[in-house]
C-alpha cells in the first residue's frame, strides 16, 4: 500500500508540473551595425513540440526525442537559421542575413499533443532597421519609344525566386516568371504630361514580395504619329481648303430647307 501511495503521489506531482514559457528573449529593435540576432524561449514544459513562428509562417520546428529532431523553413526578411541549442529547458536560435522585412510578431508556441493536451504560446515584436531590401536587377529600357516600337527589358533575381512584370501598377500576367518583358509600345499605355510609362519589375519568393526595382520611360511623339491622328488631320485640312464658315454653313442650309418646301 506505502509504494501505490508513493506512486499515486509522484504521478500527481509529474501531472501537477507547470507548463509554461518563462521567457522570451527577442531584441525590440536590430541596428543596421548587427549581422545577425539571437532569439531564445525558455519554458519550464514536458512538452512534445515546439515551433517558432514570424507572423503566420512558422520558420523552425523542434521535437525532442524525434530523428531529426530540428527542421527549419524559408521566411521573408531572415537569410539563415541556425539552432544554437534546444534542450529541456530553452531553444535559442541565431537570425542571419536580416533585412527590413524581418521586422514582424515572433512567437515560441509549446504544446504536448498527447495526454494530457497541453498549449502555451508568447510573442514579442522585433523591428530591423537600416537592412536594406534587396533588388532584383532591371535592365534594358530605352529612355523613350514611339507608336508600334517593341518595349524590352530584362530582369534578374535569385534563382529561387518568380519574377513578376508590372506596367503602371498593373500586372502582365503572361509574363509571370519570364526574365524579359516584350511589348508592343502605344500612346495609351504612356499617361502623364509629359507622357511617360512605368515598368516595374518585382522579385516574389514563397508568395511575398522580396524585393523590386521600377524604371520610367518617356513618350517619343516626333514622326510617330497614329494613323487616326493622321486620319483626322487630313479631314480637318479638307474642312479648312473649303473655306466655308458655320454662319454660311447654316445659311446654305435653311435655304435649302425653303426651296424644297
Not at 17 to 38: A, G, K, W
Not at 54 to 61: A, L, P, T, V, Y
Not at 170 to 198: H, Y
Request: hydrophobic fraction near 35%; charge should be positive; glycine fraction near 8%.
Amino acid at each position: 500500500m506505502l509504494l501505490l501511495a508513493l506512486f499515486l503521489t509522484a504521478c500527481a506531482g509529474a501531472s501537477a508540473r507547470s507548463f509554461n514559457i518563462t521567457h522570451l528573449i527577442v531584441p525590440e529593435v536590430v541596428r543596421p551595425s548587427q549581422p545577425d540576432v539571437d532569439i531564445e524561449c525558455r519554458y519550464d514544459a514536458n512538452f512534445t513540440l515546439l515551433s517558432w513562428f514570424k507572423g503566420s509562417h512558422e520558420f523552425f520546428r523542434y521535437r525532442p526525442g524525434a530523428a531529426p529532431s530540428t527542421r527549419s523553413f524559408p521566411i521573408l526578411g531572415v537569410g539563415t537559421v541556425e539552432m544554437l541549442a534546444c534542450g529541456p529547458t530553452a531553444c535559442r536560435l541565431r537570425l542571419g542575413a536580416l533585412t527590413e522585412e524581418a521586422t514582424g510578431l515572433y512567437r515560441c508556441d509549446i504544446e504536448r499533443d498527447v495526454p494530457p493536451y497541453k498549449f502555451e504560446t508568447r510573442t514579442a515584436h522585433m523591428e530591423v532597421l537600416g537592412h536594406e531590401h534587396r533588388r532584383p536587377l532591371l535592365e534594358g529600357l530605352a529612355e523613350e519609344y514611339g507608336e508600334g516600337d517593341m518595349i524590352q527589358a530584362y530582369c534578374r533575381g535569385a534563382p529561387d525566386s518568380e519574377l513578376r512584370w508590372y506596367i503602371n501598377g498593373q500586372e502582365v500576367d503572361n509574363m509571370r516568371g519570364s526574365t524579359a518583358l516584350k511589348r508592343r509600345s502605344t500612346r495609351l499605355i504612356f499617361l502623364g504630361l509629359p507622357p511617360t510609362v512605368t515598368v516595374q519589375c518585382a522579385e516574389f519568393r514563397q508568395g511575398k514580395i522580396y524585393g523590386s526595382k521600377e524604371q520610367k520611360t518617356r513618350w517619343n511623339g516626333v514622326g510617330h504619329m497614329r494613323k487616326d491622328d493622321t486620319q483626322v488631320k487630313n479631314k480637318s485640312n479638307a474642312l479648312l481648303g473649303l473655306n466655308i464658315t458655320l454662319p454660311s454653313f447654316l445659311g446654305v442650309l435653311l435655304c435649302s430647307l425653303k426651296l424644297n418646301m
